[in-house]
């Protein structure tokens, strides 16, 4: 069994940026494709972007170009670098491990392993 923690989720302002971690249990990290999702009040849960195990990463379109994902595999930790953030940004983010990577299509479904949630609000 995976568990994940996550930190680093607050109040910023418009333009502002976070880094978000997540760190997983078991030394069998390396071999977990992670993922980020977020889920705003009244919406439905998100992928925001996915690391595989061999480092490929995807991105929905909204946070291309503002947001980077990354992973320590020595730390057994993943971030979430989110830079000029928006107030569209605002949700609780959670960090997940074990799904599934589809090549053709870059597409990563969710595995069964979430973290607790992290929010974060962007607003001035």
């Known amino acids: 069994q995976v568990q994940l923690v996550e930190s680093g989720g607050g109040l910023v302002q418009p333009g502002g940026s976070l880094r978000l971690s997540c760190v997983a249990s078991?030394?069998?990290?390396?071999?977990?494709?992670m993922g980020w999702f977020r889920q705003a009040p009244g919406k439905q849960r998100e992928l925001v972007a996915h690391i595989t195990s061999g480092g490929t990463t995807n991105y929905v379109d909204s946070v291309k170009g503002r947001f980077t994902i990354s992973r320590d595999n020595a730390k057994n930790t993943v971030y979430l670098q989110m830079n000029s953030l928006k107030p569209e940004d605002t949700a609780v983010y959670y960090c997940n491990a074990g799904g599934a990577y589809y090549p053709n299509t870059r597409r990563y479904s969710a595995g069964n392993y979430w973290g607790q949630g992290t929010q974060v609000t962007v607003s001035s």
């Open positions: 078991g030394k069998i990290f390396t071999n977990y494709h």
